[in-house]
């Protein structure tokens, strides 16, 4: 799981999922939300691009931030990617992996009112998983997890943050690595649709229910 998770990192910087040093994916230990202070979850340390990432330099960390294994001490806790990861891990046991990026389309469609539009197949299959999340700065305040475990609810495995980028959820990673590639090819089609028109959603064709 934990050379599976280095790789994931390579994948995500091949799809132009990173932003130099920055961004994060987290994977839950197994078995961790067992222990007292548990759960556990891996993420990559601030300081290595992801194509730089290996499965030893991760850090294991608790969802109230202590450092249970520093891998090669190759950098620290990156406090927003380690907010916005704590908050998911500490309340949906289910979620083996969260992924968040900061993809260009689809960030630009968390700065619209109208979020994501059913254009596409892939954005009809991404529907009913959506939930969004208002923007509250750098996401650097421990104060807005709880808010963060609102917004995805129980069963959410997609939260748009608004002004900021998409974050997936999956019960493997290869399901949450699934929902952010459909996500950002939705997002690429609706950008892509709403240039061609001009901007104008009365020309598009958009499907009724």
């Not at 109230?64 to 190759?74: M, P, R, S, T, V």
């Not at 993809?103 to 596409?120: D, I, Q």
């Not at 104060?143 to 748009?160: A, H, S, T």
């Not at 959820?169 to 996500?183: P, Q, R």
Request: hydrophobic share 40%; with cysteine; aromatic share 6%.
């Amino acid at each position: 799981d934990v050379v599976h998770r280095g790789l994931l990192l390579r994948v995500a910087h091949l799809m132009g999922w990173d932003q130099v040093i920055f961004n994060h994916i987290t994977a839950r230990v197994p078995g961790s939300e067992k222990e007292a202070d548990g759960p556990h979850f891996l993420i990559n340390p601030l300081g290595l691009r992801f194509d730089e990432v290996t499965a030893c330099s991760l850090l294991k960390v608790t969802v109230d931030a202590e450092i249970k294994d520093g891998g090669l001490n190759a950098g620290g806790l990156f406090r927003q990617g380690f907010v916005i990861h704590a908050a998911i891990h500490a309340v949906r046991h289910d979620a083996v992996c969260v992924w968040h990026s900061h993809h260009e389309e689809t960030t630009a469609v968390c700065m619209t009112k109208h979020g994501l539009l059913p254009l596409s197949q892939e954005a009809i299959g991404m529907l009913p998983h959506i939930a969004y999340h208002p923007f509250e700065g750098t996401a650097n305040d421990m104060g807005e997890q709880p808010r963060l475990q609102k917004n995805i609810g129980k069963y959410k495995k997609i939260l748009m943050l608004q002004n900021h980028g998409p974050l997936t959820l999956g019960k493997t990673i290869d399901e949450a690595f699934y929902l952010m590639y459909n996500v950002c090819r939705s997002a690429s089609y609706q950008q892509k649709a709403m240039s061609a028109v001009g901007g104008n959603l009365d020309d598009l064709n958009i499907p009724t229910d």
